[in-house]
């Protein structure tokens, strides 16, 4: 799924590259704003782009199939245990495809399909299309639909046997799982399109457009804020030691961690002056405690835990998504030129 696991965390066991070694640079017919996801093999990876395909490609990058989406997608799919990918589009449907590439069911949902599903542990499909909630079962049949507010513009996350997501209504919500129960509805004060990362004790961080790092409990209590000095809109990332990770917009755009109620350091990007300019992708964190991340100056970074970029790699347009890491240590990177980049391991 993005970011790896239900919680959104983005850890990978692997280490990362610290050279920019070019395995291969695949063009898959348009712009990719979602992170590659692979199957359980690791020998596919699942590209969505805003042409409105969901690109299937080996690991040399050769293309294995294509199915049509309909609409731009902005989703990362989310691949179950079978195999199975289910991918979203603007088209206001969830698609269900088997890793022979054959659509097993398309459900319609009546709203643009822009973040990631959720993969829940019965084997039901937690999506979002527009302000509709839905729970979709392995047969593609709708168990429930709940109404937001406002637009949801949020990955869900899993907390417990709460969903958690944020609305552009700038409430963050907790529902739950078995039931559709909406648990809280935290207010925080500006949008809410920074997709909420769950840290190991349970409680939930949520980014703001009031360039915050909203911490809560797990019953939707505020437990604390951080400023983080521009817009969060891109997913958060949760560190092995607790630190939370997020990319923030300009007019100085950073990669931020932040320990407790404080930032703790920050690696600075150059800037346009823009506070509509800066980093979307929630960092990845390898085994060894590298960050790697895009931001759109084009550019892929991996900075140590002691702060020093150790990887620079360029790509021809924005790389708004977040990172892969395989578990052979191989950096898979999307990129708003239509291409995927494959970097190999050390």
Not at 85 to 96: M, N, P, R, T
Not at 223 to 240: D, E, F, N, T
Not at 274 to 299: M, P
Request: with cysteine; charged share 20%; net charge negative.
């Amino acid at each position: 799924m993005q970011h790896g696991d239900a919680a959104r965390t983005h850890r990978s066991a692997a280490v990362g590259p610290r050279s920019a070694r070019l395995v291969f640079a695949a063009a898959v017919g348009g712009a990719v704003a979602a992170q590659v996801t692979c199957s359980p093999d690791e020998q596919t990876l699942y590209v969505a782009t805003l042409a409105g395909a969901l690109v299937a490609l080996d690991r040399a990058g050769r293309e294995r199939f294509r199915v049509d989406l309909g609409e731009r997608s902005y989703t990362a799919p989310a691949v179950a245990g079978d195999g199975t990918v289910y991918v979203g589009s603007d088209a206001g449907k969830l698609f269900a495809v088997s890793p022979a590439g054959q659509v097993s069911f398309r459900v319609e949902l009546g709203g643009e399909v822009d973040v990631a599903p959720l993969l829940l542990p019965s084997g039901e499909v937690f999506v979002v299309a527009g302000r509709t909630l839905a729970w979709i079962d392995r047969r593609g049949n709708v168990v429930r639909r709940l109404q937001a507010k406002r637009k949801v513009f949020t990955a869900p996350a899993l907390a417990g046997d709460l969903v958690v997501f944020g609305a552009q209504d700038d409430h963050a919500y907790g529902v739950r799982v078995s039931t559709g129960a909406v648990v809280f509805r935290t207010p925080l004060g500006a949008d809410v399109d920074g997709s909420p990362a769950v840290a190991d004790d349970g409680s939930v961080y949520f980014g703001t457009d009031a360039g915050e790092i909203a911490h809560l409990a797990p019953n939707g209590g505020v437990l604390g804020r951080v400023k983080v000095g521009g817009y969060v809109r891109g997913p958060l990332s949760i560190a092995r030691n607790g630190d939370v990770v997020v990319g923030t917009y300009g007019p100085a755009p950073r990669l931020v961690r932040v320990r407790g109620d404080a930032v703790a350091g920050a690696f600075a990007l150059q800037g346009t002056g823009s506070r509509e300019f800066g980093v979307h992708g929630g960092a990845l964190e390898d085994a060894s405690g590298t960050l790697y991340f895009g931001a759109q100056d084009d550019e892929v970074y991996g900075v140590s835990p002691e702060g020093a970029r150790v990887l620079a790699f360029r790509t021809g347009g924005d790389v708004d998504a977040p990172l892969t890491l395989l578990r052979d240590g191989t950096l898979v990177v999307p990129s708003e030129d239509g291409r995927v980049y494959a970097l190999a391991a050390q």
